[in-house]
């Protein structure tokens, strides 16, 4: 298995710009999970899935961020419109019940 | 909720001693709690975990204990290397739900020659 994979794994983006994030979890993992992480606020996460289904968003800054599952391979997290404050590295992970938890590589977004 | 205590937040050891992280957790239905490793630019990776049927695990250096009792769990490593130089994340959730893990909030270890 490729593990958990993310794309792009670098974005630099303008202020104002819409930027999309995507996730294919490990085949079979039934929880996926998107986590931002900056030196100030440390591991946060933003919201999680089950079975394709939002169970916990409140860990979403604000409006600007919206997260979807439209099926068991693949998620997108997206910021509309970007700000310089969202710069961070935002990793996705996947878990099947019960089991352990693995992280993808992260994106590692810059907004200018 | 699940809350999670991790200290200290910054540890240095000479290379050869042993470091012991401690973590404190608040709920007592979690029965799961993973230790993560994540080296600098690189993605958290699972380390060791251990289940709350158990009180103690090991995997060559590093080890783990677990007190239901007073709901606290600590990660030790033996012999510290260099290449233990990271930040450790510690973590807990309850496996009967579809729930999230509450991680620690890290502790920076330093490996020193």
């Known amino acids: 298995d490729a593990g958990v994979i993310q794309s792009p794994r670098h974005e630099v983006t303008e202020m104002g710009q819409e930027v999309t994030l995507r996730c294919k979890p490990i085949?079979?993992?039934?929880?996926l999970f998107w986590y931002r992480q900056t030196m100030m606020r440390g591991l946060e996460l933003l919201i999680y899935?089950?079975?394709?289904?939002?169970?916990?968003d409140s860990g979403m800054p604000e409006d600007r961020f919206s997260a979807k599952m439209p099926n068991a391979s693949f998620s997108t997290l997206k910021i509309q419109p970007s700000e310089p404050r969202d710069s961070a590295v935002y990793f996705c992970?996947?878990?099947?019940?019960?089991?352990?938890?693995?992280f993808g590589p992260g994106t590692r977004l810059t907004v200018l | 909720g699940e809350n999670v205590e991790q200290h200290p937040s910054t540890l240095s050891v000479q290379e050869g001693d042993s470091a012991v992280i401690k973590c404190t957790y608040s709920d007592s239905a979690s029965n799961y709690f993973p230790w993560y490793k994540q080296e600098l630019g690189k993605r958290p990776q699972l380390i060791i975990d251990i289940r709350s049927n158990v009180g103690e695990k090991k995997d060559q250096r590093i080890a783990v204990t677990l007190n239901k009792t007073a709901k606290h769990f600590s990660l030790h490593i033996t012999e510290t290397q260099p290449e233990d130089s990271a930040v450790y994340f510690c973590a807990a959730y309850y496996t009967g739900t579809a729930s999230k893990l509450t991680f620690g909030t890290g502790t920076r270890l330093q490996v020193t020659l």
């Open positions: 899935f089950n079975n394709n289904v939002p169970i916990d």
């Open positions: 992970a996947s878990r099947m019940r019960h089991n352990e938890q693995f």
């Open positions: 085949s079979g993992h039934n929880s």
